[in-house]
Nanobody, 117 residues
Framework: QVQLVESGGGLVHAGGSLRLSCEAS????????MGWYRQAPGKQRELVAR???????NYADSVLGRFTISRDNAKNTVYLQMNSLKPEDTADYYC???????????WGQGTQVTVSS
C-alpha cells in the first residue's frame, strides 16, 4: 500500500512557475514508477510526465521543454517543476505510483493549479 500526498499547487500568472511535490509513504518508493497526471474541467485525465525507478523521464508533448520531473528517493518524493506556465495548464494535478506500466497504481488526492492570462 502506498499513500501519496501532493502539495505546491496554486494560482500563478501566465509565464510563471510552480513546483509540485508528492511525498509517498508505506512502501519502497525507489521501486515505483512515479507519474504526474492532470485533469482539466470537462476533460479526461492525461499523463503529464513520468519517471522510471531508474530515473528516466518522459513527457507529454504539450509540456516538453517547460516541465521537469525529478525524484529524491531519500525523501520519498517526486517533483514537477513547471515553468513558462500557460492558461491551458490549468487543471487538477495528481501524483501516481505504480510498479509496472500496465498497473492502475496508487493516486494522491490532487492539487489544483490555476494559470491566469
Amino acid at each position: 500500500q502506498v499513500q501519496l500526498v501532493e502539495s505546491g499547487g496554486g494560482l500563478v500568472h501566465a509565464g510563471g512557475s510552480l513546483r509540485l511535490s508528492c511525498e509517498a509513504s508505506g512502501s519502497i518508493f525507489s521501486s515505483y514508477i512515479m507519474g504526474w497526471y492532470r485533469q482539466a474541467p470537462g476533460k479526461q485525465r492525461e499523463l503529464v510526465a513520468r519517471i522510471s525507478n531508474g530515473g528516466s523521464p518522459n513527457y507529454a508533448d504539450s509540456v516538453l521543454g517547460r516541465f521537469t520531473i525529478s525524484r529524491d528517493n531519500a525523501k520519498n518524493t517526486v517533483y514537477l517543476q513547471m515553468n513558462s506556465l500557460k492558461p491551458e495548464d490549468t487543471a487538477d494535478y495528481y501524483c501516481n505510483a505504480r510498479q509496472r506500466p500496465d498497473q492502475y497504481g496508487y493516486w494522491g488526492q490532487g492539487t489544483q493549479v490555476t494559470v491566469s492570462s
